[in-house]
């Protein structure tokens, strides 16, 4: 690719940007494999009662996900975008087939850590290929198309999968939807992806984002932007490795059969994923202060109101809000991530983000399936809820009102500096 034809945006780069969006929607199909059916697959493949034993597959997914999500960030300008996305789709390709053949549950949390390292791989990559290829100006939108297409996967793939279990049976059916995806994604990545380095080269050019001292502090701790948006992550993904887990057993509970407990658990991610075709481009023309923190609030009230709930209407309409509160968030903690960092650094803060984020599927896992065991299911769902929005209001409270250039972190540079870069 020639670099003086290089040019940053949405527009300009349509092609390849919608070949990224499509590659993420196989991406988020591959956690889909397994959002309705894994409880029971536990309980009847495994004998697996115990909800801590039973959490430990999103616990094994969430930490290996998070680290691969950090070093994804750390290692993308040396080796390369679509060298990451390519070596994620290959680990992904055995996974389908170690959950049908699995002889023992630590087999499957096993395949569950190849997934968390495949997913780590190749969602981050995406992600930053695409705020490479559009520029400041659309990261909002864009993100909103990534995150849709990866969530929307996620719900319809779920569907289909508890469908399948619910008309054929636990397994083998609901994976082969696995292996499929699998090999697609590695086709579709290996003949027609390009690397999008040559954009962050461009975009330096003319950027005047501060460089930060250090980005995993920064992101993590003193940056209150950036570590704002952290911990919401986190806490996000905490609620959702909850919802995850403990959802289907709370409607297993309620005599749903496979079908319908795939409907509800289907409609968050889907409305999750569809919202964020609207919530990625408002965030790049309203108050990202102001989304995340609705965002999170409705999360942890429809999360407080699921254990009072019995009614499938009333379920799924909580599934919905659910779905709407985490479309307002998803997009927007990524283009807040983006916006407040420099182009060299915008891939090591957005995986240390993402680092912090899918760990809180490990202790949603974690936290929810210990306080299930001791005192029972709704406790665990009603001290998730108040976390969230907890989290909420950290937000309000700690950080900061993004302007359309972000005072904390942008600053001057002189004609002079600009025009020895250039040169």
């Not at 679509?82 to 290959?90: E, H, I, Q, R, T």
């Not at 003193?222 to 806490?235: E, F, Y």
């Not at 969230?388 to 972190?409: C, D, H």
């Amino acid at each position: 690719m020639n670099k003086t034809n290089i040019q940053l945006g949405l527009r300009e780069n349509w092609k390849q940007f919608t070949l990224l969006v499509i590659v993420n929607a196989f991406v988020g199909g591959m956690i889909g494999m397994e959002r309705t059916i894994f409880p029971q697959f536990a309980e009847l493949e495994f004998g697996v009662a115990s909800k801590t034993a039973m959490l430990s597959f999103i616990t094994a997914f969430g930490i290996t996900k998070a680290i691969a999500n950090y070093y994804t960030g750390r290692l993308a300008n040396k080796y390369g975008r679509k060298n990451l996305l390519l070596f994620g789709w290959l680990l992904a390709i055995p996974i389908p087939f170690m959950l049908m053949y699995a002889p023992s549950w630590s087999f499957v949390i096993f395949a569950n850590v190849l997934l968390g390292v495949s997913q780590g791989f190749t969602w981050s990559s995406t992600v930053v290929m695409k705020i490479d290829l559009v520029g400041e100006k659309n990261r909002g939108l864009a993100m909103g198309l990534n995150e849709f297409a990866g969530y929307f996967a996620v719900g319809l793939v779920a569907f289909l999968t508890g469908y399948l279990a619910n008309t054929y049976g636990i397994t083998p059916y609901p994976f082969y939807v696995g292996i499929f995806i699998s090999i697609v994604g590695l086709i579709l990545t290996l003949f027609w992806v390009k690397d999008t380095r040559v954009f962050v080269h461009q975009e330096s050019l003319t950027d005047t984002s501060a460089q930060l001292d250090n980005v995993f502090l920064e992101t993590t701790f003193k940056n209150k932007t950036l570590s704002s948006v952290t911990q919401a992550g986190l806490v996000n993904n905490l609620n959702d490795g909850m919802i995850w887990g403990l959802l289907p057993i709370v409607l297993l509970s309620l005599n749903f059969d496979n079908e319908n407990i795939g409907i509800i658990t289907a409609i968050y991610p889907t409305v999750w994923g569809i919202g964020q075709l609207f919530t990625g481009k408002m965030s790049d023309h309203y108050s990202k202060k102001a989304m995340l923190f609705w965002g999170m609030l409705l999360q942890g009230i429809a999360i407080l109101l699921l254990p009072l709930s019995s009614s499938f209407i009333v379920l799924a309409s909580l599934s919905a809000i659910l779905g709407f509160g985490t479309a307002l968030v998803y997009p927007t903690f990524l283009s807040t991530i983006a916006q407040a960092t420099s182009p060299k650094q915008r891939a090591e803060s957005i995986g240390t983000f993402r680092l912090w984020r899918d760990l809180g599927y490990a202790f949603g896992a974690i936290i929810s399936g210990i306080i299930a065991d001791l005192f029972g299911i709704q406790y665990a769902i009603y001290f998730i809820g108040i976390l969230t929005i907890s989290s909420a209001f950290v937000i309000q409270i700690r950080m900061p009102a993004l302007t359309k250039i972000n005072l904390e972190n942008k600053i001057e540079r002189k004609t002079n500096g600009i025009e020895e870069k250039l040169s």
